[in-house]
């Protein structure tokens, strides 16, 4: 089951992330049945319940690296804190965001 934002302060949830083999850029699965990919956090499909989670990842992962368009595609936890999304591990925060020595690239620039 996907979740908005508002549905759970800082419960523990889990997003499914990839890498676009076109160009490289770390992306996330979208909310709704199609399995199409947006590129920021914000937009991701949240998913409170790990098997629903590991479904999505499965059908997910199939569908992009049989397509070709991204790999590495895997699963990770992250709290929505005061309205924002923020990922348990720093790998995943860095990811989401771009650079940690120049904040005025990647994403973390653009919003």
Do not use: C, H
């Not at 098997?51 to 049989?66: H, N, P, Q, V």
């Not at 895997?74 to 860095?94: C, H, N, S, W």
Request: charged share 30%.
């Amino acid at each position: 089951m996907a979740l908005n934002d508002k549905s759970r302060n800082e419960a523990v949830l889990k997003a499914i992330t990839a890498n676009r083999l076109r160009d490289g850029e770390v992306i996330f699965l979208a909310p709704g049945p199609d399995l199409g990919w947006v590129e920021r956090l914000d937009d991701a499909a949240l998913f409170e319940d790990a098997a629903a989670a590991e479904t999505a990842l499965a059908a997910a992962k199939a569908k992009a690296e049989g397509e070709q368009f991204a790999v590495d595609v895997y699963a990770f936890e992250l709290r929505v804190m005061d309205g924002q999304r923020v990922p348990v591990k720093t790998r995943e925060r860095i990811r989401a965001l771009g650079p940690t020595v120049r904040i005025d690239l990647g994403k973390q620039a653009a919003a």
